[in-house]
């Protein structure tokens, strides 16, 4: 088994992950489970973890594909979506438009910072 820089030790390089699909792959117990270190690396205002070639072909992960992104605790788990995932539970509102706009005062006047925004060129593309 050969060892990378950093690596803890259960893993190992890609080059040294078997693909028979009857035995579990070198760094991988019968579990399926697998363990490394990975830097993240600044892209843009995010932030980017490289998953290990070993991780991938474990999990037949390609370049991509879309994957759920969650916070437990302080572990972040990433999950491929696929056709059998459940959906995302999105929270429903609480109220309504017509409610929150109950007993709004459409006459009140302006503020002079809100009458100066309201008149101001358009600086962008913006469409009114």
Not at 44 to 49: K, P
Not at 54 to 83: F, H, T, W
Request: glycine share 10%; proline share 8%; hydrophobic share 35%.
């Amino acid at each position: 088994m050969t060892k990378t820089k950093g690596a803890t030790p259960h893993s190992t390089r890609a080059t040294d992950i078997g693909t028979s699909p009857r035995l579990p792959a070198r760094g991988q117990t019968a579990g399926g489970e697998y363990s490394t270190t990975s830097k993240l690396k600044k892209a843009g205002g995010s932030l980017v973890l490289t998953v290990p070639a070993a991780a991938r072909d474990m999990l037949g992960l390609s370049e991509g594909q879309e994957m759920i992104v969650s916070v437990k605790g302080r572990q972040v788990i990433a999950e491929p979506v696929s056709m059998t995932a459940k959906p995302i539970k999105v929270r429903q509102p609480k109220y309504t438009l017509d409610e929150l706009l109950e007993g709004y005062e459409s006459d009140v006047p302006l503020s002079a910072e809100e009458k100066a925004w309201m008149d101001a060129p358009p600086i962008g593309n913006e469409v009114w």
